[in-house]
């Protein structure tokens, strides 16, 4: 999985998926087409977490997509996840990559070109630009950056960059037009 499709990650929250589990969306999502599937479920039990990720990890291998395990490296490594996605305020890069392998996927949440330009410089592989939108699904994402700030992180950036947040049908055109790997939706 040297190189890999960034266009559609798909990002749990069982909270959100109407009384699905996050691996019955997820299928549902590796059925629509989604290149990446990123376990998030912040409102779970560890425990619950767990066999999600495990669920999932099973999923993407048999599909040969990229499963990323948000937030914790050692589930990550636990799960056998292709990496980790972190934010700002969790361990840093050479952290994270300690723990996944120097083979595994580090990707940081990032929401200004400076953030780009420091988590690049600290070898990450790709960046979660956010929240474009603003968007109900995280309490602590604060305001969207919009599409200037995503368009100047996106040119900042010598990685690929995925656009996170408030991201729905009637806005994804325009994130398309911003220069983005990808989107990542919940």
């Known amino acids: 999985m040297d190189k890999f499709d960034y266009s559609l990650c798909f ?16 299928r549902c999502a590796l059925d629509g087409g989604a290149t990446i599937i990123q376990l998030r479920d912040k409102s779970l039990s560890d425990g ?3 066999e999600n990720g495990m669920t999932i990890a099973s999923l ?8 990323i395990v948000n937030d914790s490296p050692e589930l990550a490594r636990e799960l056998g996840a292709d990496g ?6 969790d361990c840093s890069v050479s952290h994270a990559r300690s723990i ?9 949440s990032v929401s200004s070109v400076e953030e780009a330009r420091i988590a690049a410089a600290a070898g990450a592989d790709y960046l979660g630009a956010g929240p474009v939108f603003d968007t109900l699904s995280k309490n602590d994402a604060g ?21 996170i947040g408030g991201i729905n049908a009637h806005n994804a055109s325009l994130i398309a037009a911003s220069g ?4 990542a939706v919940i």
Do not use: W
């Open 11 to 26: 990002v749990t929250e069982e909270s959100l998926s109407c009384g699905r589990t996050s691996a019955d969306v997820a």
């Open 48 to 50: 619950k977490r767990r």
């Open 60 to 67: 993407c291998r048999g599909r040969g997509v990229p499963f």
């Open 84 to 89: 980790v996605h972190i934010g700002q305020n």
């Open 100 to 108: 996944v392998g120097a083979g595994s996927i580090v990707g940081v």
């Open 143 to 163: 305001r969207g950056i919009g599409l200037e700030n995503l368009r100047a992180i996106v040119s900042a950036a010598d990685i690929p960059v995925i656009a």
């Open 180 to 183: 983005c790997a990808g989107l």
